[in-house]
């Protein structure tokens, strides 16, 4: 059994979302790609048909990957949680130490997580040295650049 994942009721809705387009959209579209592939004869020097079932296993695959996710993902009362400690779901603004670059984050779960946006994932190696942290304390997170210092200089849901 896969990890329980987290998520507020948008992200769970998008995931569902993308789950049902690639069941009841793509699936048929690659498997009337391999019915149209095979009416055209020999199957041994058929790249379309080739194409067209390696395309099939990599929907099937990506399918059941999401399933999974799908089935161990849970909604999250935010009301439960704790505003003072970092933890899934909280807006943060870290400031680096060593340069004063200051960066701001949503912490989601990984299928959430969009980098340009601002949602960091809380299995990062960022993510997880922030996760239990408040306000003012001063976090040393390895990344495979070496250590780096930051301050959380925010948090909030």
Do not use: C, W
């Not at 949680?81 to 779960?109: C, P, Q, R, W």
């Not at 650049?145 to 948090?155: A, L, Q, R």
């Amino acid at each position: 059994m896969s990890e329980v994942s987290y998520y507020t009721p948008e992200g769970l809705k998008k995931l569902k979302e993308e789950l049902l387009q690639l069941e009841q959209v793509e699936r048929p579209r690659v498997t009337q790609e391999i019915a149209d592939a095979r009416d055209k004869g020999d199957l041994s020097e058929n790249a379309e048909y080739h194409a067209a079932k390696e395309e099939q296993s990599l929907l099937e695959t990506k399918i059941a990957k999401l399933k999974n996710v799908v089935a161990s993902a849970r909604i999250i009362d935010e009301s439960q949680l704790d505003v003072s400690k970092i933890l899934i779901h909280s807006k943060i603004k870290i400031k680096n130490i060593s340069n004063g670059m200051e960066f701001s984050y949503t912490l989601v779960a990984d299928s959430e997580s969009d980098i340009k946006n601002g949602k960091l994932s809380v299995n990062s190696p960022i993510g997880k040295g922030l996760l239990g942290k408040e306000l003012g304390d001063n976090v040393e997170i390895k990344v495979p650049n070496g250590i780096m210092k930051f301050e959380v200089t925010e948090v909030s849901r």
